[in-house]
């Protein structure tokens, strides 16, 4: 390859030339099929059991949010309390619940356009090269597998993405103010207060904070500023630190649970799949992506502060959290990490879009393969239906339920996705979480197998006592619900228990989620459909 053009001190407007009708029809095209991945029956799949804890939380007033929340979760309730704040305007519907994340998944795109125009403008690039720059970031963003998947979920991670994007310009504008000279005071506002919305939205936001502040450092040092300028620094990054205080107290007293308790495991096939979809897509493209990545830090060595501060946010979190899974607990998920594909996507444009002449159109066909595998896993993603099938559950109750019937969810959690599903469907059914309702905190007798301060595991007596109390119930069917429960009943005792006295009757598993009906003896035969 030729090497890419080399940085020129161009920074006037971004204009695309005599190209900007098919490009502009191209971002349109790309857009419009990443708003459909986005919204694609988004209302029509139930809340899955994250979802539920969210909603559930939301239901309650603040003063139990910053009470009781701290005392079962290890994220800080800060997320909670802006979804009470917006289901008190906007009830706690479906629609309701999932519009944040919509709407910050639909702003996300342009918002990485932005990063991607201020990096071309750090490195020197004319306009139209710009141009092409901020068109290729935008369509990444929009079709990048993690960023549709978040934006469809009523959790905090589309609200981390955006802020996280936001951030990403923000270091680049103050890194342009360092380089001209000029006071850093009229953005430093910006960066600390999405600092502080990183650190508070989930208990992994200090990862994130670790790498923005990193790349902070990178971007403005501390030669040339003004003496205002590191004051402000300093005074700025203690701020925080003492807002974050309770949010770090909260994860601090979880965390001995999560540790002992955890249901993640470090599988580093699992990790390998992850980090291919975080970067790029599945398979052979991602040895594609892998060789514009490298590009993308070539074309950055004329401005290497700029492609350092890039790296730093694209790659620091994620490394950190594998850290802490090898040395400490496992903690890496795709989720918690899909706010870096923000700066990565507009790496992967750099290394798409650097390089001129025949060299260029090379490039733009490696990348094109990335995007179009990006965009067949969206639709696979889609085309395999919801997380978890709660309305699928509900439906198979519905044909199968009678007057009198219970539901035992068992570990207690479960019973939160399924009312809501039971809810949606306008059907009422009785179900009872054991031993207690979430959160069950310091049950008596229970200890936490999960890692979560609100859902206890009962020792197999109680399991066998509770088990003969239910099967003697009068209930034509005791409907037996497990989520994810082998570390809460690895023998299986409330089953066996119950079956004991009453046949088992009926069975529907769908992923995690596992329904037994046990019929009464005395009650008629049910459809066994």
Do not use: K
């Not at 918002?111 to 720059?133: C, F, I, N, S, Y």
């Not at 998947?149 to 923000?170: D, F, H, N």
């Not at 949010?247 to 601090?252: D, E």
């Amino acid at each position: 390859m030729p090497p890419p053009l080399q940085p020129q001190a161009r920074r006037g407007p971004l204009r695309i030339g005599a190209g900007v009708l098919p490009l502009a029809a191209a971002m349109l095209l790309v857009a419009i099929v990443g708003c459909g991945l986005r919204l694609w029956q988004v209302l029509a799949e139930p809340l899955w059991l994250d979802e539920a804890y969210s909603a559930f939380a939301a239901a309650h007033p603040f003063a139990w949010l910053w009470s009781v929340v701290p005392q079962y979760e290890t994220h800080p309730p800060f997320y909670y309390a802006l979804l009470r704040c917006w289901t008190l305007v906007a009830g706690d519907g479906m629609a309701a619940l999932r519009l944040p994340g919509i709407v910050a998944g639909l702003l996300t795109p342009p918002l990485v356009a932005l990063v991607a125009a201020e990096a071309g403008r750090l490195l020197g690039w004319p306009a139209r090269r710009r141009g092409l720059l901020v068109a290729v970031a935008f369509a990444l963003t929009c079709l990048g597998t993690p960023l549709i998947e978040m934006s469809r979920q009523a959790r905090p991670y589309p609200l981390m993405i955006l802020a996280y994007a936001a951030a990403s310009l923000v270091l680049l504008r103050l890194h342009r103010r360092a380089l001209d000279g000029r006071r850093l005071a009229g953005v430093l506002p910006a960066y600390f207060l999405l600092l502080a919305a990183m650190l508070w939205l989930h208990a992994l936001g200090p990862l994130f904070g670790v790498a923005m502040t990193l790349a902070l450092g990178v971007g403005v040092g501390w030669r040339g500023l003004h003496r205002r300028d590191c004051f402000a620094l300093v005074a700025g990054h203690a701020v925080v630190a003492l807002a974050y205080l309770p949010a770090l107290l909260i994860v601090h007293r979880q965390a001995g649970g999560w540790v002992a308790g955890t249901w993640l495991h470090l599988d580093p096939v699992r990790v390998a799949d992850h980090l291919q979809v975080l970067y790029a897509a599945p398979g052979w493209p991602a040895l594609v992506a892998a060789a514009l990545y490298a590009a993308a830090a070539f074309a950055c060595r004329g401005a290497l502060r700029v492609g350092a501060m890039l790296v730093l946010l694209a790659t620091v979190p994620v490394l950190l959290s594998l850290g802490l899974s090898v040395f400490v607990t496992p903690v890496f998920i795709l989720r918690t990490v899909a706010p870096v594909a923000a700066p990565a996507f507009v790496l992967l444009a750099l290394g798409a879009t650097a390089w001129a002449g025949r060299a260029r159109l090379l490039a733009l066909l490696m990348l094109a393969t990335v995007a179009v595998n990006m965009a067949v896993v969206d639709v696979q993603a889609r085309a395999e239906g919801p997380i978890e099938d709660w309305y699928g559950a509900v439906d198979w109750l519905a044909a199968r339920a009678r007057p009198g019937d219970v539901v035992l969810a068992y570990p207690n959690e479960g019973a939160l996705p399924l009312r809501y599903a039971l809810r949606d469907r306008g059907m009422v059914l009785p179900v009872l979480p054991v031993p207690a309702p979430v959160p069950a905190i310091a049950f008596p007798g229970g200890d936490y197998p999960g890692g979560t301060g609100g859902v206890p595991r009962l020792p197999p007596a109680r399991l066998r006592a509770l088990a003969d109390r239910w099967a003697a119930r009068p209930a034509p069917t005791v409907w037996l619900l497990r989520v994810s429960g082998v570390p809460y009943d690895p023998a299986e005792v409330l089953a066996r228990t119950l079956a004991r006295r009453r046949p088992q009757v009926s069975l529907w598993r769908y992923g995690a989620i596992r329904l037994i009906g046990f019929r009464s003896p005395s009650a008629p035969a049910p459809d066994r459909r």
